[in-house]
């Protein structure tokens, strides 16, 4: 079956083509894999998201997987815990979890929004702060999920990934089959963006508890909205 190269934000994927060896398109999506040896795994992604590589020779079809399944967005309901609500989709690695907090915040809602994020892996520290425009605080609160994860290397994106919101409207949306009368778009996209994830979970927790970096991530999300205004 042929395949051609194309980029999904930003990482080479092959896209499965038509008779005409163009994306062979079904609705608005089209059939993806990372790799053509062995037994890659398919995926589904939104036509619009993918973007010519650039390079004339990935044009050309060539071989891969004959037969394709592709892999369904998984959405189980989440074990929830006193203090928690989880999303986790396959076996973790044994290795040390990536732990991420997000928060969004917006002076008026709607009025102007901003997110903030902050990354920790083993020793390594990072820290997003992003003035949104005018937006709701779930759309602040979205963005900021969607923003860490896209932060994240490809190599990086299999791991265990521990992620914190204090937003049960984001973890409701993305893992809880919850019918959206606002965001479609946007929360489409991040749904997409977690088949990337196979190891990941949207933990709920408290906001203004106290707990240092869901503070740092409200704060670095309030740090935008006043730089921005």
Known sequence: MPW???????????????AAGKP??????????????????????????????????DEQPREGP??????PRQNPTPTPTPK??????????????????????????PGPAGLGAVI????SRRELSEYLGHGTNNIAELTAVQRALEALAPRDR???????TDSSYSIGVLTQNWKAKANQALIADIRELLTEFPNLE????????????????????????????
């Open 4 to 18: 051609i190269r194309r980029k999904l934000r930003g990482t080479n994927v092959f896209v499965k083509t038509d």
């Open 24 to 57: 062979a398109v079904d609705g608005a999506l089209v059939e993806i894999v990372y790799r053509l040896d062995g037994e890659p795994r398919v995926y589904r992604a939104s036509v619009r998201n993918l973007e010519a590589t650039g390079d004339p020779a």
């Open 66 to 71: 004959a037969c394709t399944t592709p892999a």
């Open 84 to 109: 928690a609500a989880s999303r986790k989709r396959g076996a973790a690695p044994k290795d040390d979890p990536i732990v991420i907090y997000t928060d969004g915040a917006c002076t008026g809602n």
């Open 120 to 123: 920790m892996d083993g020793d």
């Open 158 to 164: 299999t791991r265990r990934i521990l992620l914190h």
């Open 202 to 229: 949207l933990v709920k927790v408290r906001g203004h508890a106290g707990i240092p970096e869901n503070e740092r991530a409200d704060e670095l999300a309030r740090q935008a909205v006043e730089q921005g205004m």
